[in-house]
């Protein structure tokens, strides 16, 4: 059971395995016989818990065993046999111990028998691994023999590591299933070439390689959603519904249902166009018109027809336009519960979308009346409004806060334009339908104030916003992370400017101070040099009074 075990590997079969071996236990238990795995068993002391009234001493020797002729440490006292409608209960994952509370170490050979339990449950845990193979440059050249499933992840990132044991449990679930489509995965940091040559942008990127084609995948990143996904994709594009019968199990799994009817014509060739485009995102059909329920009627054949929220409804080139447009806008429900991934995929439609911002655990009066009024437009105005607007309902402010930068108090109505990030606000209560109904109106007519957008101005608010929101949020997971991530970093900042600008204080003392003594040299200088000029002028004036006289007497002798 063990090789076995090892070899086909996987959480079902063990579960499957430990069903067997208890089944086994209880028909032992019922019978008076023992499960192999036990036979070997000696008889042991029993503990204290069985001297308990009803229960044997542990001096009494165990019963003789009729089946095996001897002791047995399973062998139960004897008791009366269950009727026929009682159920006892089953014994506990994987094994339930022998009776006396039998310590499985002391045992003869419990200790391997544990050990070996714990080696094959661990095997279980990291088998998943081993249905998921690591890609490397040779993928490409052998790629295009076999259907994909990879994901492109990068070491270091941290979305990467959360999605790798559900990706592990996506190739569990795939092998078992026996589903032709094969489950691996990429580093893109090391083969950056064949991730650049698929588009990776991004990590992790989920696609699936169907010969030339590669399919990506937008959707939550959840088992069954991933599976879900790979399925349809891998799959033929136009699924034939050949019966009644066929027609409504479908009907019933699907909630969105695209059906071609009719022959070959240049609207089906456009059909299977669109489809090889759209199947990441919903199934396409064709029937005959016997197969379609009694109460469809169609105006002509052939037709593309949509079934849902309890009706059908008819592509009209005239009145709908394209195909494509057409399809991926009625791809949804008239009335969704709106998350992240949903809005996400909405941008794609071109619509406006409706939201009634609720608590689902509020059940008071106010909560749910928005959103009843959100259901009754979507219900009774569709005719009126589906091609513009998407109607549904959000649980919680959270996501539509960050979304528009704004603290919305819950319970609102908010009506978002993904294509341009712009958002409508009611300007006054909503009481009833025809108020929602007006709002709507006025917001199509251009009378109601648009916010947001995605203008220069917005994006900045966008950056600071987002910065502000990493601060906060790090400092609610981890304070001390939070100090030590932004703490640091200023500090060092604070004392480098600290320093600079007391380096540039003291060089201004000192130039100041050596400005003083210059000016004071220079002043004495200045002084000494004025002495020595006044006695160089009281010396010329001496010596021209010499002169003077001199002259004088040379003129006076010549006059004699």
């Known amino acids: 059971m063990t090789d076995e075990f090892l ?15 208890n089944k086994s236990l209880l028909a032992g238990e019922l019978t008076g016989s023992i499960h192999p795995a036990f036979r070997h068993r000696a008889a042991v002391p029993r503990s204290p818990l069985s001297r308990l009234p009803g229960r044997p001493s542990a001096g009494r020797a165990p019963r003789t065993c009729r089946r095996h002729g001897g002791r047995c440490a399973r062998s139960p006292p004897r008791r009366p046999r269950l009727r026929a409608c009682a159920v006892p209960r089953a014994p506990r994952f994987p094994f339930r111990p022998c009776r006396g509370s039998v310590n499985m170490a002391a045992a003869p050979g419990g200790r391997p028998r544990c050990l070996l339990w714990a080696a094959v449950v661990a095997h279980v845990v990291a088998s998943g691994a081993g249905f998921v193979e690591d890609l490397d440059e040779s993928f490409k050249e052998n ?48 083969f950056s070439s064949i991730a650049s040559e698929f588009g990776v942008r991004g990590y992790p990127t989920i696609k699936l390689l169907k010969g030339d084609l590669a399919y990506n995948y937008r959707g939550p990143r959840t088992k069954d959603d991933i599976i879900e996904f790979a399925n349809r994709v891998a799959g033929p594009l136009i699924r034939p519904l050949p019966s009644q019968h066929m027609f409504e199990h479908v009907q019933k799994r699907h909630r969105v249902l695209f059906v071609y009817v009719g022959g070959e014509s240049p609207l089906k060739e456009k059909y299977i166009e669109v489809a090889s485009e759209l199947i990441v995102y919903t199934y396409f059909f064709s029937a005959s018109e016997d197969v379609l329920p009694e109460y469809v009627t169609l105006p002509e054949l052939p037709a593309v ?60 009066v106010e909560h749910t009346r928005l ?14 409004f589906h091609r513009d607007f998407q109607f549904g309902h959000m649980d919680g402010n959270d996501y539509i806060n960050s979304l ?18 712009q958002y409508f606000l009611p300007d006054r209560h909503i009481e009833s339908t025809e108020d929602m109904v ?39 997971s981890s304070p001390l992370l939070g100090c030590f991530l932004f703490g640091l ?43 020595e000029q006044e006695e160089e002028k009281n010396g010329k004036y001496t010596e021209l009074s010499d002169g003077e006289l001199k002259q004088k007497d040379i003129m006076e002798k010549k006059k004699d």
């Open 404 to 421: 528009l930068m704004d603290d919305l108090t819950i319970p609102t109505i908010v009506v978002l334009n993904t294509s341009n990030q």
């Open 143 to 190: 790629r295009k023999d076999d259907i994909w499933l990879v994901d492109f992840y990068a070491p270091w990132c941290g979305h990467c590591k959360k999605l790798e044991p559900v990706w592990n449990e996506v190739g569990i679930e795939m092998r078992n299933m026996g589903s032709p489509v094969k489950v691996g995965k990429m580093d893109a940091t090391s």
């Open 7 to 21: 070899l086909e590997g996987g959480r079902g079969l063990l579960f499957q395995r430990s069903r067997a071996l």
């Open 305 to 364: 027809m949509v079934f849902k929220d309890g009706t059908y409804f008819v592509y009209d080139e005239y009145e709908d336009g394209d195909l494509s447009s057409w399809i991926n806008r009625e791809r949804f429900q008239g009335y969704l519960h709106v998350d992240g991934f949903t809005l996400y995929e909405l941008g794609d439609t071109g619509k406006l979308v409706a939201i009634a911002v609720i608590d689902d655990k509020n059940s008071s």
């Open 371 to 384: 959103k009843s009024i959100i259901q009754e437009v979507a219900r009774d105005y569709r005719d009126h």
């Open 438 to 476: 007006q709002f709507i109106n006025n917001i199509l007519d251009g009378t109601a104030e648009a916010q947001g957008g995605d203008g220069l101005l917005q994006r900045i608010k966008r950056i600071i916003y987002d910065a502000k929101s990493t601060i906060v949020s790090v400092f609610k």
């Open 489 to 531: 970093p200023l500090g060092v900042i604070s004392i480098m400017c600290y320093g600079i600008c007391t380096a540039d204080t003291e060089g201004e003392v000192f130039e100041h101070e050596g400005a003083k003594r210059e000016s004071g040299d220079r002043e004495l200088t200045d002084e000494g040099s004025e002495e």
